[in-house]
């Protein structure tokens, strides 16, 4: 690591954490909720690392949930930030935005060839709510079909396509929502095994199709690797099999790569490519600008073409984020960090199982590339989730210089995904960490 100058502080250089957990809670939502029993303020990051309030530095395995794709303070990234904010900040989209234009095109060499148009958002649900309005639209339909466990955003529409009863803060939604069994193999909702069950999971979708819809609905929607779901992992033909029944009824495909784009899963550019199928709608936000705030869908012509009143986003694909996204498109690239995630990712999950030999906790390793859950339960034979031990497990990870999260719909999963600039060496130290943690954490 190299040492930089520190910039100067407008804030003070001491802990203040718990005053700032005080102050968070008496004029922030409370539906927004904080990891750790004690909370912290992280000041600065450099490269895979952070540091605290009081200056503690810590290995960064969550990298802001999943969107610190490259890594922190990186000057190829930051420098061509810095020289865009001095020159133009916004212009709005009824201008010409030139790098809003080159990562259109950018992102069109980067994915199937029928995706050539491309719709700029701010956010990951806004990204997803433009899927939906073009399928909706091109479909003349307000039925959606969702998987189970599923997330995807926290708008009145995405909210109900989401899966997930602890982030349904409401079902008064524009969508008519039905819901898949989802290919969760360590819970199976049949209780079947792979691949004795010849996939019912896929199956099922053709079974709600029929039984449950109108027979038209509008799309399929469906992340690549579940990701507050806990990274739940379809097996390898889930997807195929699942657009086969798709193309038969000519439903459209939306891959939400919110989580699992831009090279994480160590495959390819995206997570569906490792399923071997082409989706209609490509959903993306988190990680394309290294942290910067952007999102947005490619999809085919014809359903880009649905939308046929005006329409624009402020900030959608504003000179900074597209910049920003450039860049850091040019630094995996270059630094060639998709197969760093391959093979650093292959490290972490074999170093993860040997964890488990040792961990009774450990119930299940899964994922791809630097995208990988630990699901913990109380016991391997009944599977009774143990989301205390997941708390405890975090903080003792904490304390002992290591940042992990957390998903699932138990809140017992947890959640790596770093920065895809580690090192093998990075993930010895964090198993090193993890070990002594899981030790704090099952203590009696
Ligand atoms: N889709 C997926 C798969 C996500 O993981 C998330 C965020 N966790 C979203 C959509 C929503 O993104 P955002 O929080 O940027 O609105």
Redo the contacts with the bound molecule.
């Keep these: 690591m190299s040492e930089r100058s520190a910039a100067p502080l407008n804030f003070p250089e001491f802990n203040d954490s718990a005053d700032l957990v005080r102050r968070h809670k008496e004029s922030l939502f409370p539906s927004v909720g904080l990891n750790y029993s004690e909370p912290i303020e992280l000041r600065r990051g450099e490269r895979q690392f952070v540091f605290d309030g009081a200056g503690r530095q810590y290995l960064d395995f969550f990298g802001g949930?999943?969107t610190v794709s490259s890594g922190h303070a990186i000057p190829e990234i930051n420098d061509p930030i810095k020289a865009q904010l001095d020159r133009m900040i916004h212009s709005s989209t009824l201008f010409l935005i030139r790098s809003q234009i080159e990562l259109a095109e950018r992102i069109r060499e980067m994915t199937p060839p029928k995706l050539n148009k491309v719709f700029f958002t701010n956010?990951?649900?806004?990204?997803?709510e433009a899927a939906l309005l073009v399928t909706t639209l091109n479909r003349n339909s307000n039925e959606l079909i969702a998987l189970r466990h599923g997330?995807?955003?926290?708008s009145f529409a995405?909210i109900n396509a989401s899966g997930q009863r602890p982030w349904r803060s409401s079902s008064l939604s524009p969508l008519h929502v039905h819901y898949v069994g989802n290919p969760y193999c360590y819970r199976c909702p049949w209780e079947k095994t792979y691949p004795s069950c010849d996939m019912l999971c896929a199956r099922d979708v053709e079974a709600v199709i029929r039984t449950t819809t109108s027979g038209n609905p509008a799309a399929f929607i469906a992340?690549p690797i579940q990701?507050?779901g806990g990274f739940i992992t379809p097996p390898a033909e889930y997807f195929v099999r699942v657009k086969e029944i798709l193309d038969r009824y000519g439903i459209p495909f939306i891959s939400?790569e919110?989580?699992s784009g831009w090279g994480r899963t160590g495959v390819a550019n995206f997570g569906f490519q490792a399923y071997n199928v082409e989706p209609d709608v490509i959903?993306f936000?988190?990680g394309l600008a290294n942290g910067i705030p952007i999102?947005g869908i490619a999809a085919t012509d014809e359903l880009a073409s649905s939308i046929r009143s005006l329409s624009l986003s402020t900030f959608g694909g504003n000179p900074i984020a597209t910049t920003a996204a450039l860049a850091n498109l040019n630094f995996i690239a270059t630094n060639n960090l998709r197969e760093n995630a391959r093979v650093v990712g292959a490290h972490l999950k074999s170093r993860l199982h040997e964890l488990a030999e040792r961990h009774q906790v450990i119930g299940d390793v899964r994922g791809m590339g630097l995208m990988v859950g630990v699901e913990l339960v109380k016991d391997r034979a009944t599977k009774v989730a143990a989301p205390e031990i997941a708390l405890k497990l975090m903080d003792a990870a904490k304390i002992r210089g290591l940042l992990v999260g957390k998903g699932g719909l138990h809140a017992n999963v947890i959640r790596i995904c770093p920065p895809l600039i580690i090192t093998t060496g990075d993930v010895d130290a964090a198993i090193d960490i993890l070990d002594a943690a899981l030790v704090a954490a099952t203590a009696a």
């Design positions: 949930i999943a956010s990951g649900t806004e990204a997803n997330y995807h955003g926290r995405t992340e990701g507050v939400d919110v989580q959903v936000a988190k999102g």
